[in-house]
């Protein structure tokens, strides 16, 4: 039998895997939180549309809580040109 602690580290895992895997998200340096069915989402990313995705897959790994997609939009071009990420 799991703990609440334990099943919550478990979903947070899944979390993990799947926005660093899904070609919508790639992204591996967002802090994620898990109490009482709400999941917080936090970190910056680059467009709206990835922000929009973040809690799209959230939603889909955890669709009984609820999520609060708390990240920053914010500019990470270089020299004006968006970063290639291969």
């Known amino acids: 039998m799991t ?3 334990e099943h919550d580290a478990y979903l ?3 979390i993990r895997d799947r926005l660093a895997a899904d070609e919508r998200v790639h ?13 917080v989402v936090r ?3 680059p ?8 809690g799209e897959v959230i939603a889909e790994v955890a669709p009984d809580h609820d999520v609060s997609n708390e990240t920053e939009l914010v500019d ?3 020299d004006g040109r ?5």
Do not use: K
């Open 27 to 39: 992204e591996l340096e967002l802090e994620l939180q898990v109490s009482a069915g709400r999941i």
């Open 47 to 54: 467009t709206p549309e990835r922000r929009r995705a973040i």
């Open 82 to 86: 968006q970063e290639e990420v291969t």
């Open 12 to 14: 947070l895992e899944r």
């Open 3 to 5: 703990t609440g602690g």
């Open 43 to 45: 970190g910056r990313v």
């Open 76 to 78: 990470l071009s270089v």
